[in-house]
C-alpha cells in the first residue's frame, strides 16, 4: 500500500509569493492533519479535516494560512503571501478515524528566502 | 490544553545496551499514547502505541509502559543497534488532537 504521498518535496521560493503543498492521504482514511515542524516550536498542529470538512483550524498561524479538501483523496495547504518565518518542514498525516494511529508522509520543506 | 514533557532531549548508548525515553502529561483524559521514530530527511514512523486501558505493550525489542495516576508513560529499547539511532516523539491524545514532545535525539554507538 502507498502511504501518505507529498509534493512537492522541497519548496524554494521568495518571499511574497504563493505557496501550495499538496497532499494524497491513505487510501480509506478519513481524517488529515497538516503538522508544521520548526526546530523552535516541533511539531505543530495547524488543521485537521474529517470526512473532508475541516474541524480544528486553530492551529492555523495566521489568515495567509488556508487549508482544503476538496475530496477524500486530496488536500492543499496554502500560504500566500509566504513569509520567511514561514520556513519549516510541513507534514501531512492522515488515520482511519479521528482516534486512531496517525500515518505520516515525508513532508515537504519549505523555504522562503 | 495538554501539555507533555519529554527526557531527555539527547541520549547516547552503545550498541547492545538497552534506552529509556520518558514523558509526562499534563490532562488526565488523554488516553492514546503513540511513540514515533524520525529519521533524517522523513517523516514520524509510527513505531508503537499504548492505549490508557493497558499498562505495557511490548513488540519485539521496543516497550512501553504507562502510569496513569502518575501521567508518565516510557518507551524501552532494549538492544539497541545502529539503526535505532533516530529522534524519538512521544504524544498524548485524547481523540481529535495530537500533542507532541520536542523529542529526544537518539545516537547508538557501534
Known amino acids: 500500500d502507498a502511504g501518505v504521498i507529498q509534493s512537492p518535496r522541497h519548496e524554494v521560493t521568495e518571499m511574497g509569493q504563493e505557496v501550495t503543498l499538496r497532499c494524497k492521504p491513505i487510501?480509506?482514511?478519513?481524517?488529515l492533519f497538516w503538522y508544521r515542524q520548526t526546530m523552535m516550536r516541533g511539531l505543530e498542529l495547524l488543521i485537521y479535516?474529517?470526512?473532508?470538512?475541516?474541524?480544528?483550524d486553530s492551529g492555523m498561524p495566521e489568515d495567509r494560512f488556508s487549508a482544503k479538501m476538496p475530496n477524500a483523496s486530496f488536500s492543499t495547504l496554502k500560504i500566500q503571501p509566504s513569509e520567511p518565518r514561514d520556513s519549516a518542514v510541513y507534514f501531512c498525516?492522515?488515520?482511519?478515524?479521528?482516534?486512531?494511529?496517525?500515518?505520516f508522509g515525508p513532508g515537504t520543506r519549505l523555504t522562503v528566502t | 490544553g495538554e501539555n507533555v514533557e519529554q527526557h531527555p532531549s539527547t541520549l547516547s548508548v552503545q550498541e547492545g545496551d538497552s534506552a529509556v525515553i520518558k514523558c509526562t502529561y499534563s490532562?488526565?483524559?488523554?488516553?492514546?499514547f503513540p511513540w514515533y521514530k524520525q529519521e533524517l530527511g522523513k517523516g514520524p514512523q509510527l513505531i508503537i502505541d499504548?492505549?490508557?486501558?493497558?499498562g505495557e505493550k511490548k513488540d519485539q525489542r521496543i516497550a512501553v509502559t504507562l502510569n496513569k495516576t502518575a501521567k508518565h508513560f516510557s518507551l524501552h529499547i532494549t538492544e539497541t543497534q545502529p539503526e535505532d539511532s533516530a529522534v524519538y516523539f512521544c504524544?498524548?491524545?485524547?481523540?481529535?488532537?495530537?500533542?507532541f514532545g520536542t523529542g529526544t535525539s537518539l545516537t547508538v554507538i557501534p
Open positions: 479535516f474529517n470526512n473532508n470538512v475541516p474541524i480544528d
Open positions: 499504548i492505549r490508557s486501558n493497558v
Open positions: 490532562d488526565s483524559a488523554s488516553n492514546y
Open positions: 504524544a498524548a491524545s485524547k481523540g481529535n488532537q495530537f500533542y
Open positions: 498525516a492522515s488515520s482511519r478515524d479521528r482516534a486512531y494511529e496517525q500515518y
Open positions: 487510501s480509506g482514511h478519513n481524517s
